[in-house]
């Protein structure tokens, strides 16, 4: 019988149908906000200022959402599903109404951290209870359902902040986020269980490891605000060495953030993990897209959000195009990949700053759509080495570190990018000038990080394939 075959009819039928919105919703709100408040911040900065600030929006999200999805199977352990859910949207729709409230860049900041937590709460909430609400032969569409909302993302979050934006109100934005967060709130009740658990008890989280990595995105954020080079400097070269501390104390630790073998020059793991954090800070130059667009061409909020996702769009289609491919292939695609993500920013570094509109904006699509492409040719067979490189018994933590790891390198490469950006002039002259003069450094320095990845990318292209 159809119910009975593990097909999408039986997920998306009945009960499953209405659990399975319930999760996919829950990441839904999470990534639509990403984007919604990328499209928006712009216009935020002119009524609310704290330009010097603008990397730190997205960098205290991510650091927050890092905690967030930490805490997600000790919660889901003692709570169950309803109310650990119940409250990560409690939590989101406070941050959210904190950020629609703000009069000032520090207040939209503490919000911004408070939904960082939500977020990263519903993100891994989301996730984890794919195990608890289904049958284990629906458990891989629902998964692929539930990270399928990212793409809904790209298209529901600058719509959504680009109409506020264009009619003048940026905060209903935030305050759109309250309804959708009750709907889902309805569905969470209506629907998953309140008292489910999951059969075993999780290891406590490596939170001191964990709030140091946070620490170290957060000096270098700090660092940025300096308009003098050698503070800048200082706070990266702390950070670095705080890095490296870490990761010495991780790699006999009895509860590691990454498996044995992560921090072994030029093995597999070092060279996947390495690789998946440089093509990670690569993309992040997009919070900026935005911002450059509307200062230096002139172009409406919903347009220049709609070209910051294409980066999202480039990362999707080169992710199908490389998937499942024999190792000949996946290997030749891992090795040009970087470098067409690098190639991707070298264009734009040169396209961005110069003319004002016309044919430049639509010149731009190429090389935004090339950066996310170059990340898609290696991200699938990347993940998938790392499950097969893992020592056996730790293959649940292979899988756990690439979340923690992309986050972490989010929020580094947002903090990186503010500390480029505000160093080339982004604040200071400010204006049209600050922006072009931001655009074309920020650009040229986050080439190297996909550049990097590709000389990097050895031990990664000898890793047993799929």
């Known amino acids: 019988m159809t119910h009975r075959t593990g097909g999408w009819s039986e997920l998306l ?7 399975s919105l319930a999760l996919a919703g829950g990441v839904a709100l999470h990534a639509s906000n990403v984007y919604m408040v990328t499209t928006i911040l712009p216009s935020a900065v002119r009524d609310i200022g704290g330009l010097a600030y603008y990397a730190w929006n997205m960098t205290l999200f991510v650091a927050a959402s890092i905690f967030g999805s930490a805490v997600t199977p000790r919660l889901l352990s003692g ?18 109404a904190a950020c629609a409230l703000a009069p000032n860049m520090p207040w939209m900041l503490v919000g911004r951290s408070v939904q960082g937590l939500g977020g990263g709460l519903l993100l891994g909430l989301s996730y984890s209870c794919v195990r608890l609400l289904f049958e284990e032969r629906l458990w891989s569409r629902a998964m692929v359902l539930v990270s ?81 080079w050698h503070w800048n400097l200082l706070s990266i070269v702390i950070g670095t060495v705080l890095t490296v501390l870490i990761a010495r104390a991780d790699r006999d630790a009895q509860r590691p953030l990454l498996p044995q073998g992560s ?58 195009m490389s998937s499942g491919r024999r190792k000949p292939v996946a290997d030749r695609l891992m090795f040009i990949g970087p470098w067409v993500s690098a190639a991707g920013l070298l264009a734009l570094g040169l396209l961005m700053p110069i003319g004002s509109g016309g044919a430049i904006v639509w010149a731009m699509i190429g090389p935004l759509f090339l950066v996310g492409v170059g990340i898609g040719f290696c991200w699938p067979n990347m993940l998938t080495r790392i499950f097969k490189a893992a020592p056996a018994g730790q293959e649940n933590i292979a899988s756990a570190a690439i979340t923690t790891l992309q986050l972490y390198a989010i929020a580094l490469g947002s903090s990186l ?50």
């Open 13 to 19: 039928s009945g009960r499953n149908g209405l659990r």
């Open 79 to 96: 709570m169950g599903p309803r109310p650990a859910l119940l409250w990560a949207i409690v939590i989101f729709v406070l941050g959210s």
């Open 148 to 228: 399928s909302m990212w793409g809904v993302a790209t298209l529901a979050g600058p719509a959504i902040g680009g109409i506020f934006a264009e009619i003048g109100y940026w905060r209903g934005a935030f305050w759109a986020m309250l309804p959708l967060s009750a709907g889902l709130a309805a569905l969470v009740i209506s629907q998953v269980s309140a008292s489910q658990r999951g059969s075993n008890r999780p290891a406590a989280a490596p939170f001191g490891k964990i709030a140091g990595l946070v620490i170290t995105v957060l000096l270098v954020s700090v660092g940025s605000l300096s308009p003098q």
């Open 263 to 320: 921090y072994k020059p030029g093995s597999a793991l070092a060279s996947l993990y390495v690789c998946i954090a440089l093509l990670s800070i690569g993309v992040c130059t997009e919070i900026y897209i935005p911002y450059f667009l509307q200062t230096i061409h002139g172009q409406s909020p919903l347009l220049a959000g709609y070209w910051m996702v294409l980066m999202s769009a480039g990362w999707t289609a080169g992710s199908f």
């Open 417 to 466: 990018a503010g500390l480029v950006a505000n160093l080339a002039g982004l604040a200071d002259p400010g204006g049209e000038e600050g922006a072009r003069q931001a655009a074309y450094a920020l650009f040229f320095v986050f080439a190297l990080a996909p550049a990097a990845a590709g000389l990097m990318s050895g031990g990664a292209r000898r890793a047993t394939g799929a």
